[in-house]
């Protein structure tokens, strides 16, 4: 616990964010209903960052290829329309809306494409431009948002999320 301990000590003076951590640690932990809070957000947040590590080895069905290649090549939004009438003749299913929606939500949740609500539609992207238009919508910039929120409001993992802002401050 000591090394642990002295290892926190020097990740946080190295920080820019150190001190507002230590502030916000310190009034978290004196009370138990907020420490408590806090372990399950840190746990979750652990499962959420997992997921980076999953993304690199997971493996896709036919259908969710030629639907990240359709979306992702365009570098433009399309709703899942717009992708099942985009879809070549060996890939049948995809020309029903239903299960190209199906398909896009599952890249969505696996954090390969992004999501944004755009009028009544869904408008599936890559994540960077997903959270940029949330972004947007939302009127923030990505220094000071809340990536909790805008994981909740594309669908997206919060570690793709958060990677995608990191990518739009750069």
Known sequence: ????????????SMD???????R?????????????????K??????????LILRSELRFTKSEEAVKAIVLDSRKPFTAQEVSSRVGDELRSLKHT???????NSLVSKGILGRFKLGYNYYF???????????????EIPQRCSPAE?????????????????????
């Open 24 to 40: 916000l640690l310190n009034e978290t932990l004196v009370d138990t209903t907020k420490r408590n809070m806090l372990l399950i």
């Open 16 to 22: 820019e964010a150190g001190a507002e951590i230590i």
């Open 125 to 139: 992207t890559s994540p960077k431009e997903a959270v940029n238009e949330q972004l947007k919508r939302r009127q």
């Open 98 to 104: 239903t299960h190209t929606s199906t398909v896009l």
């Open 150 to 170: 805008i994981a909740e409001e594309t669908g997206m993992p919060l570690a793709v999320v958060l990677d995608a802002i990191e990518e739009l401050m750069t």
């Open 1 to 12: 616990m000591d090394k642990d301990i002295e290892k926190l000590n020097a990740l946080l």
């Open 42 to 51: 840190l746990n979750e947040i652990r499962k959420e960052t997992s997921v």
